[in-house]
């Protein structure tokens, strides 16, 4: 199946710092979804953009669906150290119910 | 959001043996359910789609004999590997959802399989 391109595959950034990550597909999502993964945890769902060009925010995040419905970003603004863990972007195909996931991006946050 | 619960989290089994995972729907009906693995730093990689009440629908590669797949009610789906071989450690992981925009938003915790 597809696999969106998912980018920086690693992060190490100073606590405090922002964050910001993206996702790019090569054809047209009518969902977006931003999960962070623990080790040895299933995905946790963070935010979930169902409107092309639709800016939500969930605490310190902030997510945006891209207005072409190819792409996603997702910010973390102020990082604290239990921000680490691995991020990933999944999409919907509009009439698909199954997930396409990105790569992931692994956040270190360094005290 | 909707809570997704998987059984066991972990387990060791011998080359040869079938070990089966749990996936139960706490807090709502799900008639699709979906199953995944993750191989160690790696992103998660669709099995199936589970359907309540009919078969499952495999992706391409994977071994529908092999990763039996039972959905007998709306709230439980079970995962088994036949056979296991040590090739078959991994991590799997199933997912679940409601109403037509999340119909498989919520993961379960995940198991952790090893076979030696």
């Known amino acids: 199946g597809q696999q969106l391109n998912q980018s920086p595959q690693s992060m190490f950034i100073q606590e405090g710092e922002d964050v910001s990550m993206n996702c790019t597909s090569s054809s047209i999502f009518n969902t977006w979804l931003w999960y962070k993964q623990d080790p040895g945890e299933g995905p946790v769902l963070l935010i979930a953009?169902?409107?092309?060009?639709e800016l939500t925010s969930n605490g310190r995040l902030t997510a945006q669906f891209g207005i072409t419905r190819k792409d996603s970003f997702l910010n973390i603004s102020a990082s604290i150290p239990s921000d680490v863990g691995i991020y990933f972007c999944a999409g919907r195909e509009t009439g698909a119910n199954n997930l396409f996931f990105g790569t992931g991006t692994r956040l270190t946050v360094i005290p | 959001g909707a809570v997704v619960s998987q059984h066991p989290s972990w387990v060791i089994c011998k080359s040869g043996t079938s070990v089966k995972i749990e996936c139960r729907s706490l807090d709502f009906q799900a008639t699709t359910m979906f199953w995944y693995r993750q191989f160690p730093k790696q992103s998660l990689m669709l099995m199936a789609t589970s359907n309540e009440g009919s078969k499952a629908t495999y992706e391409q590669g994977v071994e529908k004999d092999k990763f039996l797949i039972n959905h007998a009610s709306l709230t439980l789906s079970t995962l088994t590997v036949t056979s296991a071989h040590p090739e078959d450690s991994s991590f799997y992981i199933c997912?679940?959802?409601?109403?037509?925009?999340?119909?498989?938003?919520?993961f379960g915790q995940g198991t952790r399989l090893t076979v030696v």
């Open positions: 997912s679940a959802g409601q109403g037509a925009n999340l119909p498989q938003a919520f």
């Open positions: 953009l169902y409107k092309a060009g």
